[in-house]
Structure formats: structure tokens, C-alpha cells
T-cell receptor, first 112, second 114 residues
Framework: DAGVTQSPTHLIKTRGQQVTLRCSPKSGHDTVSWYQQALGQGPQFIFQ???????QRGNFPDRFSGHQFPNYSSELNVNALLLGDSALYLCASSLGITGELFFGEGSRLTVL | AQSVTQLGSHVSVSEGALVLLRCNYS??????LFWYVQYPNQGLQLLLKYTSAATLVKGINGFEAEFKKSETSFHLTKPSAHMSDAAEYFCAVRGDSGYSTLTFGKGTMLLVSP
């Protein structure tokens, strides 16, 4: 049974560029949440997707956007990258918006 | 709004010694509380969770935590540390909206020496 899978595992971008990160949820899960973990910090909630709609959003600017597909997989897009966007981006899936979260291993983004 | 505070960014213990990682929470409603572990270059793994049942919660790898409402605490303990326990540990509280969204503490790095 595959767990939560994320791609790519590492990537490097320059300021002003755009990035797309991808997540496939654990088998049987229908909800995807995204978290940003800056170096030396705990994860911070970005947003949650259920039934292809954003259901909850944390305190992140509109440069951060997402999408959920009919197969429940999800993308996180970040536009106009800043140095401060460098972080580990974690995807978590759950069964429903109240289900227990299962985390992937993350995508590490470095912005130069 | 819910929040958690983890006391001590780093904790060092010797192998075989007691592990105690501290977490205090703030919540306007009865909280759901979690402890996660993160090994280097990996995601988060759930150690244990408190969901208003028994106040003493047992988790994986010999860890346990006790919910103390009077102290607003949810400290993580393990009687005897093992080298493989070296990792970063995060305490988290679930939001009061009913969603599974978590608010994490800043983490405590556990160092285990031989």
C-alpha cells in the first residue's frame, strides 16, 4: 500500500520564478493538505483541498495556490519566488477533512 | 486560536537515560494533541495522539505522553533512550474548526550520546 508520495524531492529555483510541486495521496484518501517547513521551524499549514476545492487556508499570500484533481492528487504552485520561500514542503493526506493526517517525505525547495 | 510551545530546542541524553520532551498547549476547546517525529531528510511520522480518551497515551517505539489539563501540558517521555531515537520531535494541536489542520510547535531536537 503506497503512502503519500511527493515529487520532485529536491529542486532549485531563482527569485521570481514559478514552481509546481506534486502530491499523490495515500490509497483510499480523498483530502490533501500542504505545509511549509522552514529550516529550524515546525511545519506551517498552507491550505487543504477536498472535492477539488480549497477548504481551508493558512496565513499565506496569494502567490501560493493549489489544485486537486479528480483522482485526488494535488499540486502546489508558488509564483514570484522569494528567498524566504526556501523550505521543505510537506503534503499530507487524510480520509475526509477531519481524518488523521499521513505525511509524505516532502519536496525541498531552494530559492537562489 | 490554538498554539503549542515546546520548551527546549535541543535536549541531550545518554543512551539508556530517561527522555522528557516538554509541550504546553493553548486551546479554547478540549484539544486534540499529537507528537510527531522527523528523522533527517524525511517527513513526519505520528508517534501518538490524545483525543480526549485516556490521559496517558502510549505510542510507537516505547514513547508515551500524559495529558494534564491543569498544567495545559502534554509532555513526551520514554524510560530508556536508544541511539535510534535521535531525531526532531514536534508537538501539534488540532484546530477547533473540526478540520484536521494542525498547528505545530517549533520542534525539539533529541541528541542521544553513547
Amino acid at each position: 500500500d503506497a503512502g503519500v508520495t511527493q515529487s520532485p524531492t529536491h529542486l532549485i529555483k531563482t527569485r521570481g520564478q514559478q514552481v509546481t510541486l506534486r502530491c499523490s495521496p495515500k490509497s483510499g484518501h480523498d483530502t490533501v493538505s500542504w505545509y511549509q517547513q522552514a529550516l529550524g521551524q515546525g511545519p506551517q499549514f498552507i491550505f487543504q483541498y477536498y472535492e477539488e476545492e480549497e477548504r481551508q487556508r493558512g496565513n499565506f499570500p496569494d502567490r501560493f495556490s493549489g489544485h486537486q484533481f479528480p483522482n485526488y492528487s494535488s499540486e502546489l504552485n508558488v509564483n514570484a519566488l522569494l528567498l524566504g520561500d526556501s523550505a521543505l514542503y510537506l503534503c499530507a493526506s487524510s480520509l475526509g477533512i477531519t481524518g488523521e493526517l499521513f505525511f509524505g517525505e516532502g519536496s525541498r525547495l531552494t530559492v537562489l | 486560536a490554538q498554539s503549542v510551545t515546546q520548551l527546549g530546542s535541543h535536549v541531550s541524553v545518554s543512551e539508556g537515560a530517561l527522555v522528557l520532551l516538554r509541550c504546553n498547549y493553548s486551546s479554547s476547546v478540549p484539544p486534540y494533541l499529537f507528537w510527531y517525529v522527523q528523522y533527517p531528510n524525511q517527513g513526519l511520522q505520528l508517534l501518538l495522539k490524545y483525543t480526549s480518551a485516556a490521559t496517558l497515551v502510549k505510542g510507537i517505539n516505547g514513547f508515551e505522553a500524559e495529558f494534564k489539563k491543569s498544567e495545559t501540558s502534554f509532555h513526551l517521555t520514554k524510560p530508556s533512550a536508544h541511539m535510534s531515537d535521535a531525531a526532531e520531535y514536534f508537538c501539534a494541536v488540532r484546530g477547533d474548526s473540526g478540520y484536521s489542520t494542525l498547528t505545530f510547535g517549533k520542534g525539539t531536537m533529541l541528541l542521544v550520546s553513547p
